[in-house]
């Protein structure tokens, strides 16, 4: 059976759960993309291609709520070559600054590689004449070039959920040559923002060669590779109606019951990732504390970090360090029953993150490079009577559309200690005014409007031209 519309992504959409007599079934894993996805693949009766998670092999291909998975199974080896090791030792901090040190491993090289490869030749074997791909994310940038190789005939898309970073960084990267032509496989590359586009472009011209315009790379075989923005965004209607809903409404007041109904609750919602700046962020709010800007009782820090690659170095190293300053700012500022920072090490179902959303009065959000940020973009989407403030990096990529969020350096514990500060004492009419501009902003364009934005793009994208042209490699 072969498809009209395929989605390659590391992981499948579904999370593999035991059942308490050994069974097993799957259950659709949290997160925008899926939803995104769901209708552009029902229309077409699209199939996905992802890892099911764990080592178990030839897990055969299922349908689950109407949509075809295709599982990838991959052995201990390959989990930790490609998966730990490459893509988030070495690509992920590459890509984010270099906030902590990338690793180049040339063993993980080879297996981020094969392991792109079986991604590459399993999407050939189910497409069908002429049908479209889309290739997801940092971990698969070989898999356009290798499917084009197999199947000139697709029509092939590529999308980076994380930042691309500028050429200084960038070129550390000993297979950046490889990295760049691999995704030049592809016809179209969504970038969430501009700039990341045009450090690709700019690239692909010093490091391949390649002659561009704008947005577009011209490759000596006559194709035509467009690079762009597409800034991703979230189900904007789907969280507003739950967190209006009657159990999301009792539960948010319930949390904020069983936080001693302090004045204000700030929130952090995170994966426990070194790039979000969780330590800086409780860092400034538990100094308001220690100099008396805030009280105990006037306002606490709820913090949920959710548990992320456990099986990597640096994110059990940052683990430690999270729980040990929790412990040191409550010990040294708590009083009984009245913590600073809640703290809490778990995931939740949607339904919580809407409840949590919409119990907290300022969420903070001080990553120190990140994409876009779904969770600035979901708070919003869940304060129905535009209130709440929002305090947000500037270096997330959500910070292009949020303007009216307090903006801050995640840098500077003094500016952020200021924006926390000013974002707690803010009064009502200033609340109102800014969260009705982020609102508008995010209703107006949510994730199936940039999912079908790209799809559209990247049927009417005209992957030909009659340039002239050198031969690349200078
Ligand atoms: C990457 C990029 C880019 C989190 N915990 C729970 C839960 N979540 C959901 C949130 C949100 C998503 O996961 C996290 O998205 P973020 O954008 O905040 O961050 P990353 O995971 O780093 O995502 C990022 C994104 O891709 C999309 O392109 O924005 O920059 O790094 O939707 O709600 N959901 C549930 N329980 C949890 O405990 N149900």
Known sequence: MTSDLLIVANRLPV??????????????????????????MRANDGTWIGWPGGTDQDLEPFEDDGMNLVPLSMTAEEIEGFYEG??????????HDLVAKP??????????????????????????????????????????QMLRELRPDLRIGFYLHIPFPPAELFQQLPWRRQILEGLLGADLLGFQLPGGAQNFVRLVRQRVGH????????????RTVRAEAFPISIDAKGFETLARSEPVAE????????????????????????????VARLRAFSELVRDGHLDVEDAVFVQVAVPSREQVEEYRILRDEIDRLVGRINGDLGRIGRPVISYLHSSYPREEMAAL?????????TPYRDGMNLVAKEYVACRLDDDGALVLSEFAGAAAELRQAWLVNPHDIDGMK???????????????KRMKAMRKTILAHDVAAWAAEFMRMLSDVDNVHDKELNPPGR
Not at 110 to 138: C, I, M, P, Q
Not at 419 to 432: I, N, P, R, S
Request: glycine share 6%.
């Open 15 to 40: 999370d593999r759960v035991k059942n308490d007599d050994g069974s097993t079934t799957w259950r659709k894993s949290p997160g925008g993309l899926v939803t995104a996805i769901e209708p552009v």
């Open 357 to 365: 959303y919409r119990m907290a009065d300022v969420m903070v959000v």
């Open 251 to 278: 539960r948010a007041a319930a949390i904020r019951e069983q936080l001693g109904n302090p004045r204000k609750v700030f929130l952090g919602i995170d994966r426990l990732d070194y790039t979000k700046g969780i």
């Open 103 to 144: 690793e180049f491993h040339r063993e993980w090289w080879e297996v981020y590689v094969s392991v792109n490869r079986r991604f590459a030749e399993k999407a050939a074997s189910l497409a069908a004449e002429g049908a479209t791909v889309w290739v997801h994310d940092y971990q698969l940038q070989l898999v356009p």
């Open 418 to 432: 200021t924006a926390l500060l000013q974002a707690f004492e803010a009064d009502d009419k200033e609340l109102t």
């Open 211 to 222: 002659k561009t315009h704008k947005e577009l790379v011209y490759l000596p075989d006559g």
């Open 86 to 95: 490459f893509s988030n030792g070495c690509l992920w901090p590459l890509y």
